[in-house]
C-alpha cells in the first residue's frame, strides 16, 4: 500500500526503536516521537532515516499537529496513558494501541478492567483503531520479566517457581510484537479490532524457567512454591495500606494459564524463545540498554 507518514509514539523506547526500524526498512517515512530528551537518542532516531520529534502525549495542541501531518500512528505506552489522544485522531486514520492479553485473562482486577474500559473508550472514539494484547514481553535488557529472572537464576543457586509451574506461558519477542504494530498498521483493512500477540508456542511455567536457565549457563534447583496460598494474606496487607514487591493479584494468577483465549484473533511471532533468550542473554552481557 502507499503510506506517506506513520507516526511512532514513545520511539525513545526499545519497542518504539525497533518499529521505527521496521517501517524505515521497508521505505515509509516515519516521525519518531519521544517525550524525553536524552543524549544520543535524537541523533540515533536521525540516524534510522527517521524525523525526531520531542512529544508529550498529554500535549492536546502538539498531539493535533503532529497527527494532522500523518497518515497512520503507532502509540506504543500502554492505552491508559494514549488512551486520551483518540479523540484527536482524524476521521478513518488508522491507529495501534497496546493493552495487555491480561485483559481477557483477569477482567475483575482493577488495573485490567481500567484497561478494558480505556479500550472501550479507545475504539469508541476512533473506529480505525486496533488494540494489540500482548502477552509476556520480553528481549531487551530492562524488560522486566525475562532480564530479571536470567539475573535471579546467576546469582541465586535455589530458584521457586510460582505454583506447579505447570501453567502456561507464551512470550513474544519485542522485535515479533514490533513487526505486528507495524504489520497492522499497513494494513488498510484488519480483520478485527483487537489481537493478541503471542510466541510460536505456549509452553509451561516449569520450562520456561529452565530455558531461562540454560540461556544463563545457570544450572540453579527450581523449586515449587504455593505462591496463591499467600494471596489472602497480601490482600490483607493491600488493604491497611502496606506496599509490597508483589501485589496479591499477581500471587492468585500464578496458576492461571497466560496464553491468548480461544476466542481471540491472534498473530504469533516467529522469534523461537530459545533464539530470544539467547539474544536477551548476550545483550544483558554487553550491558546493552537498547534494542
Known amino acids: 500500500m502507499e503510506q506517506s507518514s506513520i507516526l511512532v509514539i514513545g520511539a525513545g523506547g526499545s519497542l518504539g526503536r525497533a518499529i521505527v526500524r521496521i517501517l524505515r526498512g521497508q521505505g515509509i517515512d516515519v516521525a519518531a516521537a519521544y517525550r524525553t530528551r536524552r543524549a544520543g537518542l535524537k541523533e540515533m532516531l536521525a540516524g534510522m532515516g527517521a524525523k525526531p ?60 478492567a481500567r484497561l478494558a474500559k480505556a479500550e472501550e473508550a479507545v475504539l469508541g472514539a476512533a473506529p480505525g483503531a486496533v488494540i494489540l494484547r500482548p502477552t509476556m514481553i520480553y528481549g531487551y535488557p530492562g524488560d522486566g520479566n525475562m532480564s530479571r529472572l536470567i539475573q535471579g537464576v546467576q546469582r541465586s543457586p535455589i530458584i521457586p517457581v510460582p505454583g506447579k509451574g505447570a501453567a502456561l506461558q507464551q512470550p513474544v519477542y519485542y522485535r515479533d510484537l514490533a513487526k505486528a504494530a507495524a504489520q497492522v498498521v499497513l494494513d488498510t483493512a484488519p480483520s478485527a479490532h483487537r489481537y493478541a500477540v503471542a510466541g510460536p508456542e505456549p509452553i509451561t511455567t516449569r520450562a520456561l524457567y529452565d530455558a531461562v536457565a540454560r540461556a544463563a549457563g545457570a544450572r540453579p534447583f527450581i523449586v515449587p512454591a504455593p505462591f496463591a496460598a499467600f494471596a489472602p494474606l497480601l490482600r490483607g496487607a493491600e488493604a491497611i495500606g502496606l506496599r509490597l514487591p508483589v501485589k496479591a493479584a499477581q500471587l492468585a494468577r500464578a496458576e492461571w494459564d497466560k496464553t491468548p483465549p480461544p476466542e481471540t484473533s491472534v498473530i504469533l511471532g516467529e522469534t523461537s524463545l530459545e533464539e530470544g533468550l539467547a539474544a536477551l542473554t548476550a545483550a544483558l552481557d554487553d550491558g546493552q540498554h537498547g534494542a
Open 53 to 112: 520529534l520531542q512529544l508529550d502525549v498529554t500535549d492536546t495542541a502538539a498531539m493535533r499537529q503532529a497527527l494532522g501531518e500523518v497518515d497512520a500512528v503507532i502509540f506504543t505506552p500502554i492505552l491508559t496513558v494514549s488512551q486520551s489522544a483518540a479523540a484527536l485522531l482524524g476521521a478513518g486514520q488508522r491507529a495501534v494501541f497496546f493493552s495487555s492479553n491480561n485483559v481477557a485473562i483477569d477482567p475483575e482486577t482493577d488495573v485490567y
